[in-house]
């Protein structure tokens, strides 16, 4: 079963305007980690916000933040005031406690968002 | 700064050919990761490190194989390329596990992307 679902593949947003990206995970670990990553055109995958299983504020970081919503098992990604530079490839990723070694992260398919000016 | 660096960012290659991707970070990481990126399918992991001359099965470590003689360098081999392997190639490194092991992430390199022809 898919662990981290990703149901955008691509999004549009209008330059300056908040856009959501959904993230839905499944485990039944009760310590995990969810990781956002942005993918430009370029390739290389950088990391933007980090929330813990145990956090009780919703992480952020600048114009990032995470909707942490633990019952409903979702880590949707928030970006605020969109720019041009914002249009990349985004991934959802997961590290579970009990599997731990090694610290693997189990990735999304991704979601292509679009910034429009 | 941590640095994540692969030896190519494009490869062409013949069906048959025995294939190396070599990866090295300078951070001294304990984890190391190879993945490989797909339309539609995100990041799947191939093979991961945890120590030297360690390596464990990812998802789909069918086609490859790994080593890793020294601390900071991994590589990803081929023994026998074939056109389905034709992709992007993704190296990451992380810390090791332990304490607030969940929340480190990983730091990825370039990419490779291969042509198997």
């Known amino acids: 079963a898919q662990k981290i679902t990703q149901t955008q593949p691509g999004m549009f947003v209008q330059e300056k305007e908040a856009v959501t990206l959904d993230c839905t995970y499944d485990?039944?670990?009760?310590?995990?980690?969810l990781f956002w990553y942005k993918q430009p055109s370029s390739g290389e995958m950088i990391f933007l916000i980090y929330?813990?299983?145990?956090?009780?504020q919703n992480a952020t970081e600048g114009r990032y933040s995470l909707n942490f919503q633990k019952a409903r098992k979702s880590a949707n990604l928030v970006i605020s005031a969109s720019q041009l530079g914002d249009s990349a490839m985004y991934f959802c990723?997961?590290?579970?406690?009990?599997?731990?070694?090694?610290?693997?992260?189990?990735f999304g398919q991704g979601t292509e968002l679009s910034v429009k000016p | 700064d941590v640095k994540v660096t692969q030896s190519s960012r494009y490869l062409v290659k013949r069906t048959g050919e025995k294939v190396f991707l070599e990866c090295v970070q300078d951070?001294?990481?304990?984890?190391m990761f190879w993945y490989r990126q797909d339309p539609g399918l995100g990041l799947r992991l191939i093979y991961f490190?945890?120590?030297?001359?360690?390596?464990e099965k990812g998802d789909i470590p069918e086609g490859y194989s790994v080593s890793r003689e020294k601390k900071e360098r991994f590589s990803l081999i081929l023994e026998s390329a074939s056109t389905n392997q034709t992709s992007m190639y993704l190296c990451?490194?992380?810390?090791?596990?332990?304490?607030?092991?969940?929340?480190?992430?990983?730091?990825f390199g370039p990419g490779t992307r291969l042509t198997v022809t």
């Open positions: 990451a490194s992380s810390p090791g596990t332990g304490g607030e092991s969940n929340s480190y992430e990983q730091y």
């Open positions: 485990t039944s670990d009760q310590s995990y980690g």
């Open positions: 929330q813990g299983s145990y956090d009780e």
């Open positions: 990723a997961m590290r579970e406690r009990e599997d731990n070694q090694g610290g693997k992260l189990i």
């Open positions: 951070m001294d990481h304990e984890n």
């Open positions: 490190s945890y120590d030297v001359k360690m390596k």
